[in-house]
Each structure stands twice: as structure tokens, then as C-alpha cells.
């Protein structure tokens, strides 16, 4: 009853071609936005900020990389954490090196040296795929943190391997609270994703898809495989790096390889199976649920309980519960969050009626 | 007399012709020039003594590698809890022998828990998934194996286990200046016997028959009349004795204990280079990742840096990729358009 | 629908993270890791940490007649979700968290910017950031008792001892088998710096994390042929390294560990490749003192054990989450001298950790005699230079293997200060103190 399209009529061809083309989708939209960034930042407390939303967007950054190129692209990926380190690292080099850049730039600067590794570590993408591909990645898993560990122009030549993230300042303002973290988070997160969601419905996106469905079909209608995939892992890589870059400054502070490691990896895989493959909601929808369940859980295990099961069962639970949830999701919705929240919505269509 | 030595030539002929020969032909030839480089430049006696070594670390890594052939050969599943059931079974069998029961007993105790995990797996997670994409299979055991690590340790504990076989860790055999240690020609023997039993087991029993069929064409395999659901069941718990073998020989190397878990990140490599539905390939698979790595930690460790045991194996496995995707012994694969 | 009901469980969460608790008691949080990769190592500290804190409350009614408070927050080792528990439990409390103390060097790093705002001390009692021992830079970091760097003094001068003394070490070799990580890398300087003032030669073997396997690692360094090997692990890596070189050949008693590397949990599992191998302690070995028998009496007696009963005094990674409990607790006995009998802020704490003097009187009252050290701290020396112990395993228990043995502080503060000053230099830090 509220959510038709019907007498929603368009009237140029730039409307037609709207990200959100109906009204009410498009209503839904700017409230959320507006609590994101005008009602959160007054409600939530520094915790909150700080802990839960910052940690939710960056990682949902970095899901929505790992969507573009296992969801759209249909390349599996199990080194995003390493490109994410690399995002971090390259940020910080040239930060370190050229004090005088502005922030944005720097983090751009990460994004664009992940995107390279990226592309390097894609090139194999060119020969096998499916499975075999995620064991390249792997080796770029493995490989990248060995270097990082390695080599001690990367860490500047630190005493003790573990650098501290300078603070950062954006055209002057300085970025050190939860608050202002926040808002150069959302901010990057929002345009990243609506970027994306544009990419994915252009011709690069639907060639991606092709790519993904059956590459030999696509190759044969003309699609550039080299191309299409190697730019595939070049924009994943672009935004993956861009969320270490942030996950360095805006969340740890630090910047080490322990925390790009191989269950990283497994954890933004995870994200975006449960969030859904192929999709910008999914994305978050995934980051919101892996990075909220084992706090949720950690909460009321202490406040249910008063303390009678153990840190240590909780957390074992917690494994199980994750595990239990992702075979479940593939079972029962193998599209994901995303999907369910598609089918609420195709209901809600015909809400009241039943068909 | 001439058509004898005729059909002699031709059937080297035919076997030069197999481009398997020729790859394992020239690796010879490059192992053994190399060694006697070494022989002539080197200390022998060392490089010998790491080569060794390497070769029977690298049938441990084969025996982890065999359980993600089974499943993979008969299913097509690629088994990422295999990690998890080693851990499991180990754990299980170390519980049962620190609360007092004969060895003997506690495997058979275990293998039968094992059989029970099978047939759950099968009906909760398998069954749901028969017809998806090969992809949504590898993601369930992704899930799967987060699901059983914390199992494992919700229901034993999460402490370290010793487990005692009985056999003597550190006694080595002495070759010249080189030692060999005996628990690891052990284990590789043990290897070396599943191994023979299983390649036995697929080739000249009916169920071994029935297996490669499954892992053919599932649906092939149901309209002939095998029963998918009970010889998935055999392939998990076949799995689940090879994990437990594998557990016990890695549980008295390395005391029982969650890092055991990480050791399955070790057999991908293996996999790969041997190739994913071949069970002799999982062994050489095993030598060439145990000894490459060994050989690239001694003699190119030192020239980066050391501590290049991680992503040797992992670089080894992308070359023989690009040279051969489907691995030294593996089946080609087939695209259908 | 599953949105919906997150939805709902995230705002009553959202509700419950805002209230406090209004008990007045002191609040410590106990930021622990029992799962993980590291879990084996964590529980053990932190069933210490929280028996000792229970033991006080039960023993002598908490500290100045205020009970202590605690949570426990498991981290899993991972720095994001150890910041997520600081951010949790920092405002805990009728006055706020007292102390933190993270047992890892990556999670202190992680917060140890956030420290000075937050007004929260943190202990890094044997890890942590080594310059913090400089408190004049870093006046809310305390790597209490002993850092890496002096660690690495005396394990020198415990060798040189070895040796027949300081000017026999000339000409030696000595390997150090770390693990590949910002930990293992730390004391890389320091040794350097000692191999030149001693004239000994000195190799790095790094192992790759976890360090499952290390047998080429121990091929290496028999090829070395070292006369001593110093060990710098930490969790399953210490296991396999004493039974890889029992495999290369080289005997345990010429493997010396650092406290990382000495616990049980290290020793038992390698079976008898472990005997004849030392290490270093912060405290006695033994489990002889008055603190676990009190800790038995008054805790696990009562039904009150947080792990099992066997550890206590037993186990080493126990004793040094007992020697967490007795930091913080001696923190804020002596904040409460100053500040009166009420629950401690975290700068009313800082103050009480930067003013600690264990006196022997006060160890014996306390039951801890002859455990650990006299200690000290002031201003400008947040470490307390206190000396180290070695000790040696016999197959069933840790027996000393020496007396105490002082750090080398003159060689330890010049570098200490030097990395610290070149801190402040860049982060524009005014020097206090004086």
C-alpha cells in the first residue's frame, strides 16, 4: 500500500536512469543518511563511535572491495586483509616521508598502491579461477605479511616494528576523537558505495557480471577478459586499501601486519557471504553482523549470566554460532541478508495482500 | 627379433610422448645435476640431512593433504574443515586416553565418533546443498570448520594435551654425519600404508568404484543407482580416519592444541601442486612442498631475511599453476561452454 | 524480519552500555585473552589475576577497607577487539577503570595514545613500549619490574656467568632464535650493541609465525654451530623450538629463554628435550609462598577458583597474572595513601603506580616475601630496575638456577633515552620530572 510505484511517472531521461528510482526507496535513503550523519553523532557516545560504528564502516569498506570482485566479478579472493595492509602501509610511507600532503590525499595514495599489488596479484586470475584463484591470493596473503615484517624501510626503521599512526588533520581541522573520526569515515564510506553501485550497473559492471556468470560466453560476445579482470582486482584492491588505510588511522591507530592476518581475510569473506554476494547493502549488512555479534554476545554473556560462563565458553560459542549462521545462510538464502531484505521489500509491495 | 625390439621402441615411444613423463623426467634430471653440484661445492652431509628431513616433514603434510583428496575425489567438495576434524579426532582420542582408556580403544571410540560426525554432516549440511555451485559447497566447510573448532573445544577444553605413542621423539638414525630422525621415518611409513590402502581401497573395491563415479557426475552417479547420500557418508568418515591418523602422528609432534587447526593451511599447497583428486599426488605433492621448503629456509633464507617458510610453499604452487593448472597428477580440467 | 530484531537487540544493548554500576569499589578490568591462538597462555594469567583480587577481597577486605571490582573482557589477542574492550570498560565504575594491563605488546600499542587523554595508567610489566621506561616522556605507560631491553641485559651477563665470566664471552657465538614479529625483532639492538661491547658473535634465526615448524630453522643454526642460544618465543613456537633442537643436536642446557619462553606450557609438551633448559623469571620459582597458600585458603577453599586449583603456585603464566594482581593492587594501596579511602580514579592510580616502593616490610605483609623483588619507581624510571631471576627445569618444576641477576642499566638508559627523546622530538613532547 505504501510501497508502489505506481503514478510515478519520469520525465527525462536522467531521471529514468536514477540510482533509486522510486520515491519511496529514494525517501528511505536520505533518512538514513540524515541519522547517519546528523542523529548517531548526537545520540551515540564516544564507545559507540568509536568501537562499534567506525570498526562497522571500515570493514564494510572493505567488504564492498571484496563484493566487487567475488560478487560481481566472481573472482575469489582470500588475501583482502594483505591489500588492506598494504593500503595502510603506503599511506603511512608517504605520510611519513612527505609530511606536507593532506590527509586525503595520502589515503587516496593508499588506495591507488593496493590497487597496483592488487593487479599484480591478479594477474594468475588470467589463467586458472574458482578455487585455484583463492590460493594465489593466499600466497599474496602470506607473502605480504612476511615483507611487511621484513623489511624495515616500511616500518620507517622503527625501534620496535609497531608504528603508531600520526594523527591525522583535514584541511586543518585536527581528526582526533571518535566524532571526527566518524564523520571522515561515513563520508568516505558513503561516496565509496555509492560509486560502486553506480559502477556495477555501468558497462564495467555488467561486464564484470558477464565475467562472473560464464567468462568463455563473454569473452566470445568481445569483453576484454584481460581487462575486465584485471580491473576487477585493481578497483577491489583500490577499496580495500583504502580500508586499511582508515583501519590504521581512524580505528587502531597503529599500523602492523598482526592486524591484516589471514583470519582478517576469512572474517571479510565472511561479510559478504552472510551480507550476500553482489550487492552494496549486502556489504554492510554482512559488516554489520560480524562485527556486532561478538559483542552482542560478549554483553550478554556478562550481563545475563553475572559472569557464571566464562569468557572462554562464550567465545568458543561464539565460533559455533558464526559457523552455525554461515552454513545456515547458504542453505537457506545463499544471496544472503541482502536478498532477504529484497524479498521484505518485494512484500512489502503487495502488502496488504498476500500475492 | 625385429618386431620385438619395434614394439619395444614404440612403446617408449608412447610413454616419452605423455608430457607427465617429461616433466617428472626433467625434474630428475635437474635433482640430480643439482645434487651432484652440492656433492662437489657443499657441505653433503648437511644438505643431505635437511633434504631428508624436509622429505618426512613433507609427508606429514601429505597425510593432512590425503583427507581433502578423499572428499574431493568423491564429491568435489573442497573439504576446508579438514583442519578442524584433524584437531577434533585428536582431541578426542587424547581425552580418551588421559581419562584412562587403552589406546586400542580410544581410536576405535574416536573413529566412531568420527562415523557420527560424518552422517551429521552429511544430513545437515550436505544434503540442503546438493545441487549448488561447487563455490556455496567450499564456503559451507569454511563455516563448517569455524563450526567444529569451537565445538572441539567447547566440549574438551582448549589446553594443551600431551599425547605419548610410546615412541621415542628424539632417537635418530646416524647416516654418515647426518641424522634422520626415527618418529618421522615412522610417520612416513604410516603415511606411505594409508596411502597404499587407500589407492588399493578406490581401485579394486566396489565402493572404491562407486566413489570415482560419484566424483565424476553426481547426478550420473544417481541414475545408475548408488546411493550419493551413504557413499558420502563413507568418503567423510574414510576422512575422518585419515584425520585421525593424522592427528595422532602431528598431536605427539606438537602436543594436542588449537594451532593444530592451522596445519590444513600447510596442505593447500600440497593440493595443489599434487594435484586435488589424486591420492599418490598428495604424497609427492607433500615431498616436494616439505623439502622446497626446507632447501628454500636453509639456503635462500639467508639472503632475505630467514623466516620465508609461510609463502614459500604458497609461490611454489602459483608456478606449477601457471605451468600446469591442474596439478602433476591431477585430472584436466574440462570447461563445457 | 532478522533486521528488525537486531534492530531491537541493538538498542536495548545501546541502553545497557550507557548505564554504570554504582557499587563504590575500585574497578579493574581484566582484559584477558582465553581463546585464540594465544589462548593457552592467557588463561592461566588471567584465572591469577582474578584469584589474587578475589583473594584480597576476601583475605583483608579489599584495599583501605574499599572491596575491589572487576570484569573480565576477552580479547582474543586481536589489538580491535582489545580497544573495544577498553572503550568499554574504561568509564566502568563509581570512579572509572584503575589500570589496564593488556599482556601484549600489540594490543598496548594500540591504545597507548589514548592513554593520556583517558587518564588511564597502563602496566606492561616485562613487554610493552621499552622507551616508556622513560617517564618523563611517557608518564601513563609503566613497564614495570623489567622491559625487553634490560631483559636482555641480564641474559647476557646470566651466560657470561655461564662462561666463567664477562671477558670470557669474547669469541663466543651465540644465536637467537626469535619469533618473526615486532616482539621478537626488539631486542635485535640491544644484543647488537652487547655483542660489540663483548666481543661476541651474534645471528639472528627468525622464525615465521606460529612456528609449527622449525625444523630447518634448527638445521641452520647447528650449522652455525652456536656455543649459546638464546630463545625470544611466545606460544607454540617455544615447545617446538626446545624439541627441533633436541632433534639438531643441541643440548638444552645451552638454551636460555626469555620470560615469554618459561612457562610450563612450554616445557611439559617437549617432554624431556626441555630438561636442563633455562630462563628468565620475573620472580622466584616455587610455590612455597604466603600468597598461594592464602589464595588456596581464602579462594578455592571457599568454592571460589577461577580456573583449576592445580595452578595455583604451580604454573608459571598463574604467578605472573598473581604478580598482575599484586601490581594493581599495590597501585592503589599506595593511591589510597595519598588520596584517601575511597574507589580510585585512574590518576589517582598513576600517581600511586610512579610513587610504588615495595619495601621488604611490605612484601612480607603482604605474603609475597621473597616472590619478586624490591621495587621502586620514580618519575623519570617507570621500569624499577629490578634484577631478574633464572631458572632451570628439571622435568617436573622450574629450580633456580642462579641468584638475582641486576640489569645493565648502563647500557639499557642511554638507548632508552635516546628512542624517547627522538619520540618526543617528533610528537613535540615537553619533558616533566624536573
Same mark, same amino acid.
Given at each position: ?23 519511496? *526507496? +529514494? ?117 605480504? #605479511? ?15 616494528? =609497531? ?61 576484454? &577478459? ?40 576469512? %572474517? ?31 554483553? &550478554? ?55 | ?29 635437474? $635433482? ?30 601429505? &597425510? ?95 589446553? $594443551? ?7 621415542? #621423539? ?9 641424522? =634422520?630422525?626415527?618418529? *618421522? ?26 566413489? +570415482? ?27 575422518? &580416519? ?54 628454500? %629456509? $636453509? ?14 610453499? !604458497? ?23 | ?81 582489545? =580497544? ?24 598496548? !600499542? ?6 593520556? *587523554? ?64 615486532? !616482539? ?104 612455597? !609462598? ?19 586449583? %592445580? ?93 638475582? $641477576? ?25 619533558? +616533566?620530572?624536573?
Amino acid at each position: 500500500m505504501f510501497y508502489r510505484e505506481a503514478g510515478q511517472f519520469k520525465t527525462s531521461y536522467e531521471a529514468d536512469q536514477s540510482i533509486l528510482p522510486i520515491f519511496q *526507496d +529514494r525517501i528511505a535513503m536520505y533518512i538514513m543518511l540524515m541519522f547517519a550523519f546528523i542523529v548517531f553523532p548526537f545520540i551515540a557516545n564516544d564507545y559507540w563511535l568509536g568501537s562499534i560504528l567506525i570498526p562497522f564502516l571500515v570493514l564494510s569498506l572493505a567488504a564492498l572491495g571484496l563484493n566487487v570482485l567475488t560478487g560481481y566479478a566472481g573472482q575469489i579472493s582470500l588475501g583482502s586483509a594483505a591489500f588492506m595492509a598494504v593500503g595502510a602501509f603506503a599511506a603511512f610511507n608517504l605520510h611519513v616521508r612527505i609530511p606536507e600532503i593532506p590527509f586525503l590525499v595520502v589515503f587516496l595514495w593508499g588506495g591507488l598502491c593496493s590497487a597496483a599489488v592488487g593487479m599484480i596479484f591478479g594477474l594468475p586470475s588470467l589463467r586458472i579461477k574458482g578455487f585455484y584463484l583463492a590460493v594465489a591470493t593466499l600466497a599474496a596473503q602470506f607473502f605480504i #605479511e612476511w615483507l611487511f615484517t621484513h623489511f624495515d624501510w616500511f616500518t620507517n626503521y622503527s625501534t620496535s616494528g =609497531v608504528i603508531t599512526a600520526p594523527p591525522m588533520h583535514i584541511f586543518g581541522f585536527a581528526i582526533d576523537n571518535p566524532l571526527s573520526k566518524y564523520f571522515v569515515v561515513l563520508t568516505i564510506v558513503v561516496l565509496c558505495a555509492f560509486g560502486i553501485r553506480n559502477l556495477a550497473r555501468s558497462e564495467i559492471g555488467r561486464a564484470w557480471m558477464a565475467v562472473r556468470d560464464m567468462d568463455i560466453a563473454a569473452e566470445a560476445i568481445g569483453i576484454n &577478459l584481460m581487462k575486465t579482470k584485471l580491473l576487477a582486482f585493481g578497483v577491489s584492491s583500490f577499496l580495500c586499501g583504502l580500508a586499511g588505510a582508515l583501519w590504521a588511522y581512524a580505528v587502531l591507530g597503529t599500523v602492523e601486519p598482526q592486524a591484516f592476518d589471514i583470519i582478517r581475510s576469512f %572474517e571479510i569473506l565472511f561479510m559478504i557471504i552472510i551480507g550476500g554476494l553482489g550487492s552494496v547493502s549486502g556489504a554492510f549488512l554482512g559488516a554489520g553482523f560480524i562485527v556486532l555479534l561478538p559483542i552482542l554476545l560478549n554483553n &550478554l554473556g556478562s550481563l545475563v549470566t553475572g559472569g557464571a560462563i566464562s569468557t572462554e565458553t562464550i567465545a568458543h560459542i561464539e565460533y559455533m554460532i558464526f559457523g552455525a549462521f554461515i552454513v545456515f545462510f547458504l542453505i537457506v538464502e545463499p544471496n544472503g541478508l541482502a536478498r532477504l531484505w529484497q524479498i521484505g521489500k518485494e512484500k512489502l509491495r503487495l502488502w496488504p495482500f498476500p500475492y | 627379433m625385429k618386431n620385438i625390439l619395434l614394439k619395444i621402441l614404440q612403446c617408449m615411444l608412447k610413454i616419452v610422448n605423455q608430457k607427465r613423463f617429461i616433466l617428472t623426467f626433467s625434474v630428475l634430471v635437474s $635433482v640430480i645435476i643439482l645434487s651432484l653440484a652440492i656433492y662437489l661445492f657443499m657441505d653433503y652431509w648437511f644438505f643431505l640431512e635437511v633434504f631428508i628431513g624436509g622429505l618426512l616433514s613433507g609427508v606429514m603434510y601429505s &597425510l593432512v593433504a590425503l583427507g581433502f583428496v578423499l572428499i574431493f575425489k568423491a564429491s568435489g567438495v573442497f573439504n576446508f574443515a579438514q583442519g578442524a576434524m584433524v584437531l577434533f579426532a585428536a582431541l578426542t582420542f587424547v581425552r580418551l586416553i588421559e581419562m584412562g582408556v587403552p589406546m586400542l580403544g580410544a581410536a576405535t571410540l574416536t573413529m566412531l565418533v568420527m562415523v557420527i560426525l560424518a552422517i551429521a554432516i552429511e544430513r545437515i549440511v550436505l544434503r540442503p546443498l546438493v545441487n549448488q555451485d561447487l563455490i556455496i559447497l567450499f564456503m559451507a566447510t569454511i563455516g563448517l570448520n569455524y563450526f567444529i573448532e569451537g565445538m572441539a573445544q567447547l566440549v574438551w577444553d582448549s589446553n $594443551v594435551h600431551v599425547l605419548d605413542l610410546g615412541i621415542d #621423539e628424539y632417537a635418530a638414525y646416524e647416516i654418515g654425519e647426518a641424522f =634422520v630422525n626415527k618418529f *618421522d621415518v615412522l610417520a612416513a611409513l604410516i603415511a606411505g600404508g594409508l596411502v597404499l590402502l587407500l589407492a588399493l581401497f578406490f581401485r579394486y573395491t566396489v565402493i572404491g568404484r562407486a566413489l +570415482r563415479a560419484v566424483a565424476d557426475d553426481h547426478q550420473a552417479a544417481l541414475s545408475v543407482g548408488i546411493p550419493l547420500r551413504t557413499i558420502w557418508i563413507y568418503v567423510w568418515s574414510a576422512a575422518g &580416519l585419515v584425520a585421525l591418523v593424522a592427528g595422532m602422528v602431528w598431536g605427539s609432534k606438537l602436543g594436542v592444541q588449537f594451532a593444530i587447526a592451522t596445519v590444513a593451511l600447510k596442505a593447500i599447497p600440497v593440493l595443489i601442486i599434487g594435484g586435488f583428486t589424486s591420492v599418490p599426488g598428495a604424497i609427492i605433492g607433500g615431498l616436494i612442498v616439505g623439502c622446497g621448503e626446507k632447501l628454500a %629456509e $636453509v639456503y635462500l633464507g639467508g639472503f632475505v631475511g630467514g623466516a620465508i617458510e609461510n609463502w614459500f610453499p !604458497y609461490m611454489l604452487a602459483m608456478i606449477v599453476l601457471m605451468i600446469r593448472p591442474e596439478g602433476l597428477f591431477g585430472e584436466k580440467i574440462i570447461e563445457r561452454v | 524480519m532478522i533486521y528488525r530484531i537486531l534492530v531491537t537487540l541493538i538498542s536495548y544493548i545501546m541502553l545497557i552500555g550507557i548505564t554504570v554500576s554504582f557499587a563504590a569499589e575500585h574497578f579493574v578490568p581484566v582484559t584477558s585473552y582465553r581463546t585464540g591462538p594465544y589462548g593457552i597462555s592467557g588463561a592461566p594469567a588471567a584465572n591469577g589475576y582474578v584469584d589474587y583480587l578475589k583473594m584480597i577481597n576476601a583475605r583483608d577486605g579489599g584495599v583501605g577497607g574499599v572491596k575491589l571490582d572487576w570484569e573480565e573482557c576477552e580479547t582474543a589477542y586481536k589489538p580491535d577487539r582489545f =580497544v573495544e574492550c577498553y572503550e568499554r570498560l574504561k568509564n566502568k565504575g563509581v570512579a572509572g577503570a584503575t589500570v589496564f594491563q593488556p599482556l601484549g605488546t600489540g594490543l598496548t !600499542y594500540s591504545v597507548i595514545d589514548r592513554v593520556a *587523554d583517558d587518564k588511564i595508567p597502563l602496566i606492561t610489566m616485562g613487554y610493552g613500549r621499552t622507551d616508556a621506561s622513560d617517564g618523563s616522556i611517557f608518564p601513563w605507560v609503566f613497564p614495570l619490574l623489567v622491559n625487553y631491553w634490560s631483559l636482555s641485559t641480564a641474559k647476557i651477563k646470566y651466560i657470561g656467568n655461564l662462561a666463567g665470566g664477562m671477558d670470557k664471552l669474547k669469541g663466543l657465538k651465540i644465536a637467537n632464535v626469535y619469533h618473526d614479529s615486532a !616482539y621478537g625483532k626488539e631486542t635485535g639492538p640491544v644484543l647488537e650493541k652487547q655483542a660489540e661491547l663483548y666481543g661476541f658473535d651474534l645471528k639472528g634465526f627468525p622464525v615465521a609465525h606460529p612456528g609449527l615448524d622449525q625444523k630447518a630453522t634448527w638445521l641452520n643454526v647447528r650449522r652455525y654451530k652456536p656455543d649459546y642460544v638464546i630463545l625470544r618465543g611466545w606460544g607454540v613456537m617455544n615447545q617446538t623450538a626446545l624439541k627441533e633442537a633436541a632433534r639438531a643436536r643441541i643440548p638444552a642446557e645451552n638454551i636460555v629463554g626469555v620470560s615469554w619462553s618459561c612457562s610450563e606450557l612450554d616445557t611439559v609438551p617437549a617432554g624431556k628435550a626441555a630438561v636442563g633448559y633455562t630462563c628468565s623469571s620475573m620472580y622466584n620459582p616455587g610455590s612455597h !609462598y604466603k600468597v598461594f597458600k592464602d589464595i588456596l585458603k581464602y579462594v578455592h577453599e571457599a568454592g571460589n577458583g577461577t580456573g583449576p586449583i %592445580e595452578e595455583v603456585g604451580n604454573q608459571q603464566l598463574y604467578k605472573t597474572g598473581v604478580l598482575m594482581g599484586i601490581m594493581t593492587v599495590e597501585a592503589i594501596n599506595k593511591a589510597t595513601e595519598k588520596y584517601g579511602n575511597k574507589p580510585m580514579s585512574g590518576e589517582q592510580v598513576r600517581w600511586g603506580i610512579e610513587n610504588l616502593d615495595l619495601t621488604s616490610e611490605r612484601l612480607e605483609k603482604m605474603g609475597i616475601k621473597d616472590f619478586i623483588p624490591n621495587v621502586k619507581i620514580s618519575c623519570a624510571d617507570h621500569e624499577g630496575g629490578a634484577p631478574v631471576k633464572f631458572q632451570r627445569w628439571n622435568g617436573t618444576s622450574f629450580e633456580p638456577a642462579s641468584d638475582w $641477576v641486576t640489569t645493565d642499566q648502563n647500557i639499557v638508559r642511554p638507548m632508552i633515552e635516546a628512542s624517547s627523546s627522538a619520540y618526543a622530538a617528533e610528537k613535540g613532547i615537553t619533558p +616533566r620530572c624536573n
